[in-house]
Nanobody, 118 residues
Framework: QVQLVESGGGLVQPGGSLRLSCAVS????????MAWYRQAPGKQRELVAR???????NYEDSVKGRFTISRDDAKNTIDLEMNSLKPEDTAVYLC????????????WGQGTQVTVSS
């Protein structure tokens, strides 16, 4: 059974920084894609950043230059470093993993709350 557990969420002031981490419990250590999504109240879940096993990275435009995604396959973790946070970044952040391009199963964490407010 694959399990993903996020940590690092909390309350920060605008302009502040926060680092999220996702611990993956699985025998798989080279997921095809690992990613961070977020979902604000009343809104659809959106992709924030993703990284493939080959190191290819993509960011949502609004976080580009402020957020950094990384993965450590030896530790089976996914990190999201968030800088220059804005109130509109407030959301539940969820980590995601897909084992392989040819597999249909995907896995999600339960989410961690990030609140940016003065």
């Amino acid at each position: 059974q694959v399990q993903l557990v996020e940590s690092g969420g909390g309350l920060v002031q605008p302009g502040g920084s926060l680092r999220l981490s996702c611990a993956v419990s699985s025998s798989i250590t080279d997921f095809y894609v690992m990613a961070w999504y977020r979902q604000a109240p009343g809104k659809q879940r959106e992709l924030v950043a993703r990284i493939t096993k080959g190191g290819n990275i993509n960011y949502e435009d609004s976080v580009k230059g402020r957020f950094t995604i990384s993965r450590d396959d030896a530790k089976n973790t996914i990190d999201l470093e968030m800088n220059s946070l804005k109130p509109e970044d407030t959301a539940v952040y969820l980590c995601f993993a897909r084992p392989a391009i040819w597999r249909q199963d995907t896995y999600w964490g339960q989410g961690t709350q990030v609140t940016v407010s003065s």
